[in-house]
């Protein structure tokens, strides 16, 4: 007696395989795109961290020891080298600089600095362009 023994075999046809990777494919980019928007607002968190208070310090502990804040023309790089008007009372540098700069903001571009500021009339007025690095636009990141 012959005897034979049929099996099935079942395996993925490529439209299969096709779809499947399609489907991850998908996903990945999701998940990726759900990531960028957590990276942007992580960086105008910071950037936020910086103007209102990171740099804040290094600003007061300035007037302190000059009697006024930096001026617009002496700008933020004053907290690093002594102005001209200095005449003895700079005591700094008063912020760490990062290769003798005042630290960018998270789209690298420097913070904004002004005094006195047109927003914060009896203060300074700091602050970052943004994502979009444009001045005076909406996603400007300041001390107000």
């Given at each position: 007696?012959?005897?034979?023994?049929k099996t099935?075999?079942?395996?993925?046809?490529?439209?299969?395989?096709?779809?499947?990777?399609?489907?991850?494919?998908?996903?990945?980019?999701?998940?990726?795109?759900?990531?960028?928007?957590?990276?942007?607002?992580?960086?105008?968190?910071?950037?936020?961290?910086?103007?209102?208070?990171?740099?804040?310090?290094?600003?007061?502990?300035?007037?302190?020891?000059?009697?006024?804040?930096?001026?617009?023309?002496?700008?933020?790089?004053?907290?690093?080298?002594?102005?001209?008007?200095?005449?003895?009372?700079?005591?700094?540098?008063?912020?760490?600089?990062?290769?003798?700069?005042?630290?960018?903001?998270p789209w690298?571009?420097?913070?904004?600095?002004?005094?006195?500021?047109?927003?914060?009339?009896?203060?300074?007025?700091?602050?970052?362009?943004?994502?979009?690095?444009?001045?005076?636009?909406e996603d400007?990141?300041?001390?107000?």
């Amino acid at each position: 007696m012959n005897m034979t023994v049929k099996t099935s075999v079942r395996a993925f046809t490529l439209i299969e395989i096709l779809i499947v990777v399609t489907i991850i494919g998908l996903l990945a980019g999701v998940l990726f795109k759900g990531l960028g928007g957590a990276q942007d607002a992580a960086q105008i968190k910071i950037a936020g961290i910086a103007v209102r208070s990171s740099m804040k310090l290094p600003l007061e502990r300035y007037k302190m020891d000059m009697g006024s804040y930096p001026s617009t023309a002496e700008g933020l790089n004053s907290l690093l080298v002594v102005p001209g008007n200095a005449a003895g009372s700079w005591r700094g540098p008063y912020m760490d600089d990062e290769g003798g700069k005042v630290q960018l903001d998270p789209w690298h571009e420097p913070f904004q600095y002004r005094f006195p500021g047109s927003k914060n009339k009896m203060k300074y007025d700091l602050f970052s362009k943004g994502p979009d690095k444009t001045e005076g636009t909406e996603d400007d990141i300041g001390n107000w």
